[in-house]
C-alpha cells in the first residue's frame, strides 16, 4: 500500500482520543503492541543465520487454497522464539490477569521441545500438542495460546516480509478468506483509499477495494467484498455491514448472513490517515461487543473478544 501507516502510538493516540473509554486497556496493551510492530526486522537477519529455508511460493499450489507455510515445521527457528520471548513475555506478564502465569510461560518458552511442538500446531491447526502443553505446563489453554500467538507471530512476520506480496500480484493469485502465508483468518479487514495520480493529480482509482489482515504473520491480501471469508459465499444479500453511528469514521463490522460470522472492518475513505491494523483492531474493541449482542462469531478469536 503506497501511504505510510501510522505506528502504533500514533494509532491508539487517536482511538483514545476519539474513544476515552477504552484508554486503560488500551494503554495497559501498547507496551506490548509497540515492541510487538519491531520485532520483525530484528528478527529478519536471524533467519539466514538459522539456515531455515524458506519454501517457494508455488501458484499452483496457492490455487489449491494451500497457504505457503501449510505443513511446514519451524524447527530451526528457536533462537528466533527465544529472543522474542525475551523481549514480549516481560510485557504479557504485564497485562493485567496475566502475572500468575509468568514462572509457568517463562519455563515453557524454555523448553526448545515443547515450544516448538506447540508452535506448529499455529500453522498445522492440530490443537492436541497446545492441550498437551497447557496440560503439562499447567496453564489454561486459552492463555497459552495468546502467549503461544504473541510470542511467534513476529517471528512469522519476518519470514513473511522475506516475500514481495506473490499473493497479491492477480486477482486469481489467492482467493481465500485465511491468510496465503500462515492460514488463520484475519483479525480486521479495511478498504483501501482512494489512489491519486502524484503527477499529473488526476484520480487514478475510487478506492473501496477489501484488504484482509492477519494478525498473526501481519500478512495482507485482497478479498472479495461480495464474499464471505469464513464459509465462503458469496452474492448479494451475503455480506452486511453494522455501524455503531453516523460518525464511525469508517469502523464496522463486515458480517456473514449465512453463517454469523463477523470480520471488523475499517473503510479508510472516511479516515484521516492510514492506521496500524494491529492496534485498530484493538480499538475496534466496542464492535466486538455489539457483534456479540448480535450472536455473531468473531472470525479471529482474539484475547479481547472471547465473550
Ligand atoms: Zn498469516
Ligand atoms: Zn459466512
Known sequence: MAESRQTVSETLAGIVERRPVLAPV??????????????????????????????????????????????????????????????LLPLLEALPGMNGY???????????????RAADTLLTGHETALAEAAEETHLPPAVLLFALEVVV??????LA???DAPWDERASSWMQGFCPVCGSFPSISYLDKRVFDEKNAF???????????????????????????????EGSGVMEFLRESENSRGERIDWCTKCKSYCPTVDLRECA?????????????HMDIVAAQKGLTPLKPSFWNQF
Open 26 to 87: 488500551l494503554n495497559a496493551f501498547a507496551p506490548l503492541l509497540e515492541a510487538r510492530s519491531a520485532l520483525p526486522e530484528k528478527l529478519s537477519p536471524m533467519i539466514e543465520e538459522s539456515g531455515f529455508v524458506l519454501p517457494p511460493w508455488r501458484q499452483e499450489r496457492a490455487q489449491q487454497g494451500a497457504p505457503l507455510l501449510a505443513g511446514a515445521s519451524l524447527k530451526g527457528l528457536f533462537p528466533l522464539l527465544r529472543k522474542s520471548a525475551d523481549v
Open 203 to 233: 484520480l487514478a482509482g475510487g478506492g473501496g477495494k477489501k484488504h484482509m489482515h492477519c494478525a498473526l504473520c501481519g500478512t495482507e491480501w485482497h478479498f472479495r467484498r461480495g464474499a464471505c471469508p469464513s464459509c465462503g459465499k
Open 102 to 116: 509468568a514462572d509457568a510461560l517463562t519455563s515453557f518458552f524454555q523448553n526448545e521441545e515443547m515450544c516448538m
Open 273 to 285: 490517515g492510514t492506521p496500524d491494523m494491529d492496534a485498530m483492531a484493538l480499538g475496534m474493541m
Open 161 to 163: 516480509l522475506k516475500y
Open 153 to 158: 507471530g513476529p517471528v512469522l512476520r519476518a
